[in-house]
């Protein structure tokens, strides 16, 4: 429905001040049906003006609708979006709706899931930086049912900023704060990971943190800017809590070969066909394999995933098997480091600091027997594919222990040195 009261419109000549666009925002559907094959179409969107001026686009505004594509990464798509001239005033308390086209590069449409619909000031800047509330989150359906990642963006989209980092590197960006609480935690990929940082989003009371853990908390709180962890801060806030000596800082580290065989047979075994997975094994696959086009059904050996780490610089290693004692690099007065199997203990511990019950979920347990099966270290993935449930115990047996108890000697130290002791102070 169009809204015009043109002496209203033509009373105020002048340019909307940029504090007013704070009260101006856009509506549009949901979900923007794109045929396969069709990549330009027509959007209908609403401006709502609930400032005290009138937009009009006769005064030299040039106000103009726009949009930016969103990827499935959660991150803004560089590229120029087509731009559709405001063609009605909109009265200080009104609305007007029309349509804009949508023209989805063709290179872009398997990358994108989501649009972010709002106004550009005569191309001086997007109202949006001004007012976050201020666009519309459309996503894109190209006739195909949305994948995990498509529902993340957009569902995320409308609920949290899109992912800006302070410029903190790893590991100090991704370290997780309760400042309410005054918590810090270091998480470490196949440690409890998912169920401490399900636990610290709740803890920091972030905004709808349940949708967060049931969309996914890893990838949520990497794709945007959710206040749970160090790189949403400022970076001024975020040194200060690295260097405060009046938090609880703690960390949950795991016997170094019992985390190698983990990390093995979760992402180079059992879930090893995973598109997801693939962002951490591919590079692996590629160079063992000798191939860009790996064999996921044969897999590696977990013989070849060691020779290929020990070759490499232990910083460029995936999270899930870069060493554990890197992760503590940038934080002072560390509280507690705790063992995995002791991770009962930080339920006592958090419970005696906050005053509150709290249960942890242990998931994505491997798969155990007391069954050993000789030789294992060498068997491809095909090949362990068709055994039972076995002791993980059986890759002791790996001609090349020696070489990781060398390669992770800090981790086993750290381990060593954890406390494990219930008794022992917070």
Known sequence: MHTDLPQECAADPDKPAETLWQQVHTEAQSVLALPAEQSDTQLAVTVVNKSTRPLHPDNGDGIFFSFRLIGLDGHVITCECVRTALNACVPAGASHTQDIRVLIPQQYSKRAAALRVGLIQNGEFWVERINPAHPAVVRLDFGASMSHAQRVVWEGSGIWPQGRSNGLQWPAGAMMVSEKHKILYVPVAKCACTSLKSLMV????????????????????????TGVQLKDKTMKRAWQILASDQYFKFIVVREPFERLVSAYLEKFVYNRHNKRNLLHTRAVLRQVQNTDQPDLQRGISFDEFVAYITRQDPMNLDPHWRPQHLYLAKVRHMTKVYRLEDIAQIEVDLRQKLGITIQLKHSNKTRKSELPVAEVSTMTADRIDSLAAFDPDSFLSSKHSRAIRDYYAEDFELYCTASSDPQAPP
């Open 202 to 225: 709740e803890l920091a009371e972030i905004e709808q943190h349940e949708k967060a853990i049931q969309l996914g908390v890893h990838f949520v709180t990497d794709r945007f800017n």
